[in-house]
Structure formats: C-alpha cells, structure tokens
C-alpha cells in the first residue's frame, strides 16, 4: 500500500469511528434525556427488535482502471441490503441469555437468509455456550448436499476439545472477556462523559419535537468537531488515560501477551507525546484548514431520529450517514506526505447507510424456544471435523475461545452476541472451504 493510500485509510477510519461515537456524546452534551434513554435502553434485560440496512455506493470521475475495480466492488456492496428480527431474553445480572436471530440479505442481487439460536449460561462449573444455526443457501455453497436443510450445532464444550482447534486456542480466554465487558462499557461510558462535557457549547444539532429526538450534524460541524476532539485529547491528561486504559482493557480481553500490551503501552505513550506537542498541533490544524473546502460528510450528512417511549426506552431509532471521499483533493490535502511518484487514485467515492431499528417488549417476557435437534434434522459441527479432507487443500487454523465462566455484557444492541454469531458463521466458511471446492 503506498504512503498516501496509507493515511488516507488511517484518516477514513478515524473519520468513520468518530461518525459513529460523536452522536451519543453531543446527545450526552446537549440534553439528557435522549443520553439518558439511550443509557437506560443499554441496560435492558430483554428486548425485541427488528431492523434493516442498506448500503449506497457511487463513484464518479474514475479513470478506466478505476472503473474496472470500482465495478467488482459495487457490483456487492451497492444496494447491499440486509434485515433483521431478534428476540433476546437474559436475568438481571447478565449470567444467562437466551437469543433467536432472523436475518436475511440481499448481496449482488442474490437472496440470502438464516436463523442462529443462542443459548449461554455461565453460572456453573462448566458453563454453557451454544448455538444452532440453519442457513441453507450458506450451507448449499459449502457443504455437501445432506446438510443443506438442517441444523448446525456449535457446542462449546465440544468443540474446545477438537486437536485443530485447540492448538488455535492460545490465551484468548471468552469468558474473562464477557466478564470484563461490563468495566470495558464504563470506560466507554466515562470517556464519552468526559468528551460531551467539553463539547457542550456552541452546538446545535439536537432538535424535539414530542418524543422524537432528531441529530443533524453537517459536514463543516463534523470538521469543527473532530478538530476540538484531537486539540482536547492533546491537552487532557485525564481523557488520555481513559484512552489507554480502554485500549489496554480491550487487549487483555481479548488474550493479548504481555510482550504485545507492553509493546503498545510504550506505542501509545509516544503517540501522545508527540500529540501534546505544539509543532504537531500546529501541522493538525494545518491540515484541517486545507479539509475547509474538502467534503467528508455528503449533503445527507448525520441524520439519526431517536423515538422515546413512555417509559424512557429507545423504541427507535433511524437515520442515514452520507460520506464522501475526493481522491483528488486529500491528494493535496495529505500532499506533503505523498512520494511525487506515487500513483495517486483519483475520482470521488459517495457511500450511503441508511439504518433503522425498532424496539418494542422492552424488559418484557420475551419467550425463546430452542429446537429440538436430532440426528436426522441435524448435525454438529464437530462431524465435519471427522471427514477427510483434500490433501491438496491447507489446514485452516481455527481460533476460539475458551471458557471459565463470567457474565454476559448488558447492551441492547447485544454487539457481543452478534460478533458471535459472524465468528460462528466465519468459523463454517473455513471449516468448509475444502469441501466446497469439493463438490464444485
């Protein structure tokens, strides 16, 4: 990847994380009660939701090589449609959850769809983690034809015994890392605090209108925002540590060495040292002169609508996120960075997401019925495991998680049960890669 391409990916994502944090911290900023509910909403128990996203992508002023690209690209991710209904159901100390997921998409024009059931109880010894998936257009592509209409199960405990999996495991502990979940969203919650208390002047972005709250942020707010954001962190001593500490906290979780948290301990150290100084502030807001006349944000820019229902729940919340990204002109913004000889990519990228989510049965019963599995409607993962493999083909190194217990992170969005449920499904398309290219 070139210098240039480099940080104009570095620049995208930092844009992209602030797209999505800002809102929750100038709603922290500007009124109460939205922060409040969304707090509230987090903690819940029990929910039902059902949802749908999709995705916009254009581009324009390519050249042919550009278009060539941009065409295999768009081909999946234009009008990339997904929609969801899940049911999640847990006790009040987060130990216990029960989740059904019914998702479907549409990707390049084909039609996809899937049910996940969850069940996890890390209360005993030997804590229970399962999931149950039946996906039939995903299992047509890469296993054999009897498996197409039936369950898979994904036992944990079962699966954590398996020779290939185990020499993957490492140190990623899965419970440690639910179990800390709870620290990791205080910290969240602490820096969000600190951030919406110093941005609480000289905005207006949050309007009422009954119970609706509706969050407009443009593309010149959104560059003043993230220019206070960087010129804060700099000189906040207080909001760096809760950085670190987040990012460090994160590591652990997720099983990092000694070596590899001591190695960033020090990385981060130096990232703020040269924050703090003067000479780098001075290039920053340099360069957020330059980005005056650059867009970031399209014309849609932030708009998000948050419902509130009468016992102070989000019972939804929908909006749309237009960023653009101009080849050309961060190629002069970023040029002082950029080798003469390198080729820089030109044209401009439009991309569309529009969401929407609704609640509704908040800390409700919600009731989950798990299947009932036998051998001729279903079959475990660990089977797979059992068939010979083409020699041809790799291994694929599986990583997982062990667990010892915890407790399950409170969040109405039930990120943690989600990312799960991806890892699971990634877990299928490595297992099954082999005999996919099988049975072509």
């Not at 800002?22 to 969304?38: D, G, M, R, V, W």
């Not at 999931?131 to 039936?150: D, G, H, T």
């Not at 000189?235 to 979780?253: C, G, P, S």
């Not at 961060?330 to 000889?341: C, H, N, Q």
Request: glycine share 8%; proline share 3%; net charge negative.
């Amino acid at each position: 990847m070139t210098r240039f391409a480099s940080r104009g990916c570095a620049f995208i994502v930092a844009v992209a994380m602030l797209v999505f944090v800002l809102p929750i911290s100038l709603a922290n900023a500007q009124t109460k009660t939205l922060s409040e509910a969304i707090m509230k909403t987090n903690m819940a128990t029990s929910v039902e939701s059902n949802g749908k996203l999709n995705l916009t992508f254009k581009a324009e002023g390519l050249s042919q090589q550009g278009q060539e690209e941009f065409a295999m690209v768009s081909e999946i991710l234009n009008n990339l449609q997904v929609s969801c209904n899940s049911k999640i159901s847990g006790n009040s100390n987060g130990t216990i959850s029960r989740q059904y997921v019914k998702m479907s998409a549409t990707v390049g024009g084909s039609p996809y769809s899937g049910e996940l059931w969850s069940d996890m109880n890390l209360t005993g010894k030997t804590p229970v983690v399962k999931e149950i998936v039946k996906a039939p257009q995903l299992f047509e592509m890469m296993l054999s034809p009897e498996y197409m209409n039936k369950y898979m199960l994904l036992d944990f405990n079962q699966i954590k015994k398996i020779p290939e999996i185990d020499a993957g495991i490492g140190s990623m502990d899965f419970g440690k890392m639910l179990s800390e979940n709870k620290g990791l969203q205080g910290a969240i919650l602490t820096l969000i605090e600190k951030y919406s208390s110093q941005l609480s002047s000289g905005y207006n972005f949050i309007s009422e209108e009954g119970n609706e709250y509706k969050v407009k942020i443009d593309d010149a707010t959104f560059k003043d925002l993230i220019r206070k954001v960087v010129n804060l962190t700099a000189k906040n001593e207080e909001i760096q540590k809760l950085i670190k500490d987040l990012i460090l906290t994160e590591m652990k979780n997720s099983g990092a060495s000694t070596e590899e948290i001591n190695n960033s301990k020090v990385d981060m150290q130096q990232m703020f040292t040269t924050l703090e100084s003067q000479g780098f502030l001075d290039k920053f807001n340099q360069m957020m002169d330059k980005l005056e006349d650059v867009k970031i944000l399209g014309d849609k820019g932030i708009d998000i609508t948050y419902t509130i229902d009468e016992n102070g729940y989000v019972a939804g919340t929908k909006g749309v996120i237009e960023l653009v990204v101009d080849m050309a002109k961060l190629d002069k913004v970023f040029a002082e960075s950029a080798i003469e000889s390198e080729s820089i990519p030109t044209g401009i990228y439009i991309v569309g997401i529009n969401f929407e989510v609704n609640n509704r049965n908040i800390n409700g019963k919600v009731n989950i019925v798990i299947p009932t599995l036998t051998s001729a409607n279903s079959f475990n993962i660990v089977e797979l495991f059992a068939e010979p493999q083409p020699q041809t083909e790799p291994k694929p190194v599986i990583v997982t998680h062990t667990v010892t217990g915890g407790q399950l992170p409170k969040t109405s969005t039930h990120l943690y049960e989600i990312l799960l449920m991806g890892g699971f499904l990634t877990l299928v398309g490595a297992l099954t890669w082999p005999r996919k290219k099988r049975y072509e």
